[in-house]
């Protein structure tokens, strides 16, 4: 594991994250990864753009699936739209099973029910140090629980949320998976399996990451081998958003999330949203759309690359990918997304102004407009296509490597014409579903 010096965090001086991380992940059983930075680095993610790069576009607003994360499960990305549309999520918490842009309520996700809200705030203030408390609906029902903890040091948000990942703990590992650091930027992650068989990860992040407030976001997730999700989030501010920072940090180190999200006493309430009304187990399956597998999309991104972009860094997953390449100019991110069905939601974004339509029925989009993500001097080019069948492509170049950082050239690397090229390959249309 990595011994890069962290940040100092409250109530453990001294402390670095890999060190509090360590006898969490010391038993591993297949091995953990561990992301670090000697400082930390000013500007963060940017705002609440959220969705994981892992996880695919079901019928959303959005374009590209190239994240500022999802966590992990991000954990940290976002769903992109050169419209201006985007499903909107933060890095720390990314959207629940059963959603794909982390919109809708707890009984849309969990069809097994809820849990009384009072006893999962009575398991949080068991499990995390003495302070005062102020919880929302307490006498309601829900997967979750939200409060403000105050230990005379600043006021900061908490919530926990228990959550049916599906019928092994192999259904939600995106979720405890750290975030590709191409696509979403964060001081500190780590995650791995735990000796028990669960997974975890934790996760220091930011609300706000472009540079208008520093509102931290730390996050533990814990997967149970048996497909359960216990995500607990913490800020340095009372709130998620609209609330001024009170504290430097959020109030519990990384050893005290992770004694928080690994307690027993979740099992009994995590037991409740395995069944529904009459006992009978619920699936805790999400049915995404059919898409091309990673590997197809990143392969078949690479064949349509122009000659002389040379791949220095490479990510995605099923339905999406992206490669960072450098021409001898600098780089330069270039992503596509594979959407075989489109549906009604898709087809309206083509039916406004700006929109081509092609001999065949085929409808283009071109966009250029200035990036979004932060970083300085970025501009960000796409073309946006959707076939007659409603097989949608979309294509996105960036002239950084990564959207958050400043800009390494005037322009992308490919034109226009080549992003246009690319899209309306008729390679995309041949690749196997999944």
């Known amino acids: 594991m990595s011994q890069n010096e962290g940040p100092q965090y409250d109530g453990a001086p001294h402390e670095r994250f890999e060190e509090d991380l360590g006898a969490i992940l010391r038993t591993t059983g297949d091995g953990f990864s561990a992301d670090g930075r000697r400082e930390l680095v000013a500007g963060g993610l940017q705002r609440g753009r959220r969705r994981l790069v892992r996880r695919r576009l079901a019928v959303t607003g959005g374009v590209l699936a190239l994240a500022a994360v999802g966590i992990g499960g991000v954990y940290g990305g976002s769903v992109l739209s050169p419209g201006g549309e985007s499903t909107s999520a933060s890095v720390a918490a990314p959207p629940r099973p059963g959603q794909a842009n982390g919109t809708g309520s707890a009984k849309e996700q969990q069809p097994g029910g809820g849990v009384p809200v009072k006893d999962i705030a009575a398991v949080l203030k068991a499990h995390t140090p003495a302070g005062r408390w102020q919880f929302d609906n307490l006498g309601g029902e829900g997967q979750s629980a939200t409060g403000v903890y105050d230990d005379g040091n600043g006021k900061a948000g908490v919530s926990v949320g228990l959550f049916r990942a599906g019928t092994t703990g192999e259904a939600g590992k995106d979720q405890v998976t750290c975030p590709d650091k191409a696509l979403v930027r964060y001081d500190r992650c780590i995650s791995g399996r735990l000796s028990g068989g669960d997974r975890l990860m934790v996760l220091q992040g930011y609300v706000y990451p472009d540079g208008r407030e520093e509102t931290k976001n730390w996050r533990a997730v814990l997967l149970t081998k048996d497909g359960f999700l216990v995500d607990a989030s913490e800020y340095n501010a009372a709130a998620e958003k609209g609330a001024p920072i009170t504290r430097e940090n959020p109030p519990f180190t990384t050893s005290q999330l992770k004694a928080l999200v690994t307690a027993e006493a979740w099992r009994p309430l995590l037991k409740r949203l395995g069944a529904e009304p009459g006992g ?128 390494t050239r005037a322009e992308p690397a490919l034109t226009m014409e080549q992003l246009k090229a690319l899209a309306l390959s008729p390679k995309w249309h041949k690749l196997p579903l999944k």
């Open 280 to 407: 009978k187990p619920t699936p805790g399956k999400v049915d995404l759309p059919p898409a091309p597998s990673a590997a197809a999309v990143q392969a078949t991104l690479r064949s349509l690359l122009p000659k002389g972009a040379t791949v220095v860094s490479h990510g995605g997953g099923d339905g999406h990918g992206y490669v960072v390449v450098d021409d001898g100019k600098g780089k330069s991110m270039v992503g596509v997304d594979v959407q075989p069905t489109g549906g009604k939601t898709v087809a309206e974004l083509f039916s406004r102004d700006g929109v081509v339509t092609l001999p065949d029925g085929t409808k283009v989009r071109s966009t250029q407009q200035p990036g979004e993500k932060g970083g300085e001097g970025v501009v960000w080019w796409s073309v946006d296509t959707l076939t007659p069948q409603g097989f949608r492509v979309a294509v996105s170049a960036f002239n950084t490597g990564a959207q958050y950082e400043a800009a």
